[in-house]
Every structure is written in C-alpha cells, then in structure tokens.
C-alpha cells in the first residue's frame, strides 16, 4: 500500500480565493494562483518549508501524474475556454511544484472528448510552448499526453472516426464484475448507450457480470495523482468536479456507459416518462452509429435530425442523451473509476487498501454555468477548492454552485458503503478550512449566495436549492 486510508479519508476541503473578495471580477494570476495554492497546502497540511507546497503528499522519487480537465478545445457556445477547461496556471503551478517536492517523473494527462483538437488546445492555452521550454531544462518532467484511443469528426453530423492510435498494451483492462456499481441496472440486453458510438461495443464491454475500463497505464503506475477538475454544471451529471473529472482516465468510450436506451417509463433513463418520437430517435441514432457506410450513416443522420428536432419541439426539450436528474447510470461509470484510481494495480486487480494518492484542487476561478460541459458560460466564483477526499470536494463545489447536493447522484452515492469505498465519512463530516470560514460544511454553506446568478441544465433544475 503505498498510502494510508486516513490520508485519503480525510474529509477536509479547503477554499482560497486567489483575488480579492473586493475585485468585482473573478480572475487569474500566476501570482494569485500560486499564493491560493500555498495556502490550501498549509491549511490541508501539505505544505513542506523546503519542498513546497505538495511536499508532504509527493515523495522524493515518487511518479506522479497531474490530470486536468481538458474536455475540448472550444466552447461550444459563444463564451470561450475559461469556464471550459481548467486553467493553464494551474497546471503549469502544480507541475511546477510537484517537481519541486522531488517527483521522479511529472506527467500531465487526460482523455478530452473525440471530437476535441488536442494540438489546437494546449496551443490554445499556451501549454504547448510552457511544456517544450520545461522539457529542455527539466528531464523529469514526462510532457503532456492525449490518453484517447479513438478521436473523431463530425462532417455534416456523421461521425468519422480514427480508432486504435495508441496500443492496448499501454493501458490496463479493468474489470469490476460483480461489484461494479453498474451491476444493479445491467439487463443483459445491451441498454447502455454513449453519445455518437455503436452500442454494440458497449455490449461487449458491460453486461451482467463484466464491467470492464481501459485504463492509461500511466494513472495505475502513478504514487500521486493531483487532479485539476474545473468546476461546472453537467447537462449528464448535474456537475462535474472531482469524481466525474475521472472520466478521463480512460482510453476508450466503448467503456463509459452514460445512459440507458429508453424512457423511465420502459426501464431506461435517457429521458422523463416514455415518448413514440423519442424512441424511433433513439432507433435512428443507434442505426447510425452501427452503419456501416458513410452514405448508410448520413441518410440515419437526416432521420435523426427531423426526429430530434420534433421531439424537442413537442415534448420536454430534454433529448435523448440522459440529460436530467434521473440519468441512474452516469454516476454508478464515474463512481467506478473512482474506486479504480484509488484501488487498483497494474496487474489489472483491485487492493484491499489505497495504492496511491490522490488529491484534488480544483478551478472555480471562473466556474462553469448553463449547457455544461461544452457549452458552458463564465461563472465568477474566484475560488480554488483542495481536498484529499474527492465525495467531500464535490459536496463542497454542488453546494458552491446553487445545488442541493442531496439531490446530486454523483455526489449523494459517492458516501455510499460499497467493496473500495470512496469515502468513510458522511455528509455531516465534511469541513471547511480557509476563505469561507472554519467548521462543518453543511452550516456554512447552507445559506450561500454566488455572486452572480446560476443558470441550471433544463434536466437539473429540479437539483436547484
């Protein structure tokens, strides 16, 4: 074991706000970050006098993997990449210091959705420059890598895909079986569904006593990962912090199960009650992602596209991708590679105890608001959070942005008692430490008010305090 339970369970979150609370506007300087960052450690107890800020969680020697949230290389709406992926001065600071502390080797890494540009992001955020200048000076540091197996186009809605562009043997077949927490909801007849993919990829990889994640090698090789999620509304999730930042451990989305086929109605929940329109969208939206032809796929595309545009013109507006707060399978997919980072080996099996550890300080700087997670509009909080404990973060950052994290499944289920607990605590244990006050979390944040109004996913509305 290479790290203890009581590091991992400690249900402290710490908050530092890297501008004054005077600025009328949240917003980011090496200088403000880099002083938050500090003072998170020393309230959290990372802080080392000679090593840094991270030089009581990393050893010397220690490998060490520091994942973002990179999610796509534009914003979908008109508002830009702040309020999509996290900053680049925090990955740059963090890197910064876990080299500082004596790592043996510094990786950044994350698997950004298909369809995200990858080069044209860390150009985009300058950390394509910042990475080569470090490479030069710093043999430790691993660079940045693109964990994604597969990436794709969209040319006239047809998805056009590249697969297998890095090998197998680089990442690690997981297999949770039994105690996946995808187990309760599998039926055997090839429900799960994800966004744009053929679900008959999907029905290889989960069914009723197999529950398999493709996992980069480099997480399970990790003694420390830091991750760096940007705290945002979630049209699946209802919000994306730390636990759902773990999507993007894995290489390929055939793995990720994100909804189920059908209405609540039916036993799915892609969408409220049932709906005949809903359904045959459904329909042409899987025949598509089975074509077997660009001409095939494009003619499904044109069926799908008046499909979809009756439905939201006659139902709810909610579509057909499990957006809404009754989506029962998104948090169970992110729950599990939760347990994974923390317990598994790279042998492919699961510890009895913690195998590395893991911290997370996350960017609500501008935070994300509206269609997250790739249409997100700024949110100015001016905050980073940091904690060991990723189901107290996430508590903290739902209650951050306007939510009752009760009615949050991501959340609510990660103080579950589950095979490879995620947290020991309960919600009343959580605790703040620093700009927002000293004591339990659910008092002082019971009555906060952000800045600015919130805008919710038409789905999460009812999530809303």
């Known amino acids: 074991m290479k790290s203890s339970a009581e590091f991992w369970f400690d249900s402290r979150v710490a908050v530092a706000r890297p501008t004054s609370p005077s600025h009328k506007d949240a917003g980011y300087s090496d200088h403000g970050v880099a002083r938050s960052i500090e003072q998170l450690s020393n ?3 990372w802080l080392d006098g000679q090593r840094g800020p991270l030089g009581k969680v990393i050893r010397a020697g220690a490998r060490v993997l520091v994942k973002p949230n990179f999610v796509l290389h534009e914003n979908q709406g008109p508002w830009g990449l702040e309020p999509l992926v996290t900053h680049p001065s925090l990955v740059r600071l963090v890197t910064e210091a ?18 995200c540009d990858f080069p044209a992001l860390v150009a985009a955020t300058g950390l394509d420059q910042w990475a080569q200048d470090l490479s030069r000076t710093e043999p430790r540091f691993m ?8 990436t794709c186009q969209l040319l006239n ?4 895909a590249q697969e297998n562009l890095q090998d197998e043997d680089r990442f690690v077949l997981m297999d949770m079986a039994q105690e996946s927490l995808l187990e309760p909801i599998s039926d055997g007849r090839g429900s799960f569904r994800v966004t744009r993919y053929d679900p008959r990829l999907m029905a290889r990889t989960h069914a009723p006593g197999k529950h398999q994640f493709l996992v980069a090698k480099e997480v399970l090789d990790a003694d420390v990962i830091v991750n760096l999620p940007k705290l945002k509304t979630h049209k699946k999730a209802g919000v994306t912090c730390a636990l759902k930042n773990l999507i993007g451990i894995n290489g390929n989305k055939e793995y990720l199960p994100h909804h189920r086929v059908g209405g609540a109605q039916s036993g799915g929940d892609c969408y409220p009650g049932g709906s005949r329109v809903k359904r ?11 074509a077997g032809s660009v001409a095939t796929a494009r003619l499904w595309n044109d069926i799908a596209v008046n499909l979809d545009r009756a439905a939201r013109l006659t139902v709810d507006g909610l579509g057909v991708e499990g957006s809404w707060s009754g989506n029962d399978t998104i948090w169970r997919t992110c729950l599990d590679l939760n347990r994974i980072l923390l317990y598994g080996r790279a042998d492919g099996t699961m510890a009895a105890g913690p195998q590395r550890r893991v911290i997370h300080l996350v960017d609500a700087v501008i935070a994300g608001h509206g269609d997250g997670p790739l249409s997100p509009q700024p949110l100015p909080l001016g905050m980073i959070l940091a904690g060991q404990n990723a189901a107290a973060v996430d508590w903290v950052g739902a209650a951050l942005l306007g939510y009752d994290p009760a009615r949050i499944a991501v959340v609510r289920e990660a103080f579950g008692k589950f095979a490879w607990p995620i947290t020991t605590s309960g919600t009343g244990d959580v605790q703040l430490e620093g700009d927002l006050g000293t004591g339990p979390a659910e008092e002082l944040l019971r009555h906060f008010v952000p800045a600015a109004p919130i805008t919710y996913p038409i789905g999460w509305r009812d999530a809303a305090r």
């Open 98 to 115: 876990a080299l500082r502390a004596g790592a043996e080797e510094v990786l950044v890494g994350d698997a950004p959705v298909q369809g």
């Open 157 to 160: 809605g047809v998805r056009v």
């Open 143 to 150: 660079g940045i890598r693109d964990f994604r197996r597969t």
């Open 43 to 45: 309230d959290l107890g």
């Open 280 to 290: 045959a969208l459904e329909y042409s939206l899987d025949r598509q992602n089975m």
